[in-house]
């Protein structure tokens, strides 16, 4: 039993280095995450923000439904969309997935 101590004293860790730790890699992965999830989707949000918010009539627009249409009239929190002679929607405006500018 004591050559047994002996040895399990004797041996040394895993050299981890400065990567090795569990805190540091936990760490690193967080910051990834942020720089490749997080930012970008918040650079996106206010991009859409400002399309909405300068939303004007005649511009094309296409919703998170997918109905294609032009805008007829904007509210201070909907818009109303034309989609054919005669028929008009009105949507909120977050419902506006992707704004064209008209020519």
Known sequence: ?????????????????????PLVMMGLMIVM??????????????????RIAALQTGDKVVTTAGIHG???????????????????IEFDKPAIAAVHKKD
């Open 33 to 50: 995450f942020y720089f490749l999830l997080i930012r970008p989707q918040q650079r996106q949000r206010k991009e859409q923000a400002a």
């Open 70 to 88: 032009i805008v007829h009239h904007v509210k201070e929190q909907t818009v109303v969309v034309k989609v054919a002679e005669g028929t008009m």
């Open 1 to 21: 039993m004591i050559p047994a101590l002996v040895l399990a004293q004797s041996q040394t860790p895993p050299p981890g280095g400065l990567l090795g730790s």
